[in-house]
């Protein structure tokens, strides 16, 4: 997988955000779709309603919130595939709309991604590398 970042809705248009992706649930709160300049918009993949609400940008439940949402975008492959694809080709950029730079479903969404990738490239390496054999000797104490 290529180049994902993150990056707030509000933030100025640049040619290195490459493919911009909306994925929080709702519309951003004074933003025309013109001014957005998405690419695509994924609402389905943003946390669902009653997480969202949950969490509620507590910092404090972020650890929770990330072990949670993980567990919601396991189901969503078909979006997250798309995404992969995406990044294959050029920079991906996440946005969102929240205040929080560091606690929000775009940074939950980026690590999700980038678990992933070290998860399969590790299983691609064990299974090229073949399995692993060899016996145990007992040592002699001298």
Same mark, same amino acid.
């Given at each position: 997988?290529?180049?994902v970042?993150?990056?707030?809705?509000?933030e100025? *248009?640049?040619?290195?955000?490459g493919?911009r !992706?909306?994925v929080d649930?709702l519309?951003p709160?004074g933003?025309?779709?013109?001014?957005?300049?998405?690419?695509?918009?994924?609402?389905d993949?943003?946390?669902?309603? *009653?997480?969202?609400?949950?969490?509620?940008?507590?910092?404090?439940r972020?650890?929770?919130?990330?072990?949670?949402y =993980?567990?919601?975008?396991?189901?969503?492959?078909?979006?997250?595939?798309?995404?992969k694809e995406?990044?294959?080709?050029s920079p !991906?950029?996440l946005?969102?709309?929240?205040?929080d730079?560091? =606690?929000?479903?775009? !940074?939950?969404?980026?690590?999700?991604?980038?678990?992933?990738?070290?998860?399969?490239?590790l299983?691609?390496?064990?299974k090229?590398?073949?399995p *692993? !054999?060899?016996?145990?000797?007992?040592?002699?104490?001298k």
């Amino acid at each position: 997988m290529g180049k994902v970042l993150v990056k707030r809705v509000y933030e100025p *248009v640049t040619k290195s955000d490459g493919f911009r !992706v909306l994925v929080d649930r709702l519309w951003p709160r004074g933003l025309s779709k013109s001014e957005a300049k998405l690419d695509l918009w994924l609402p389905d993949l943003g946390p669902s309603t *009653v997480l969202r609400q949950w969490f509620n940008h507590d910092p404090t439940r972020w650890v929770e919130f990330l072990h949670r949402y =993980h567990a919601e975008l396991k189901e969503k492959t078909a979006f997250l595939t798309a995404i992969k694809e995406q990044a294959k080709t050029s920079p !991906v950029t996440l946005l969102y709309s929240a205040k929080d730079e560091h =606690h929000n479903q775009a !940074v939950a969404l980026q690590s999700f991604l980038i678990q992933q990738t070290a998860t399969r490239k590790l299983i691609t390496q064990t299974k090229k590398a073949g399995p *692993v !054999v060899g016996a145990r000797r007992k040592m002699k104490a001298k």
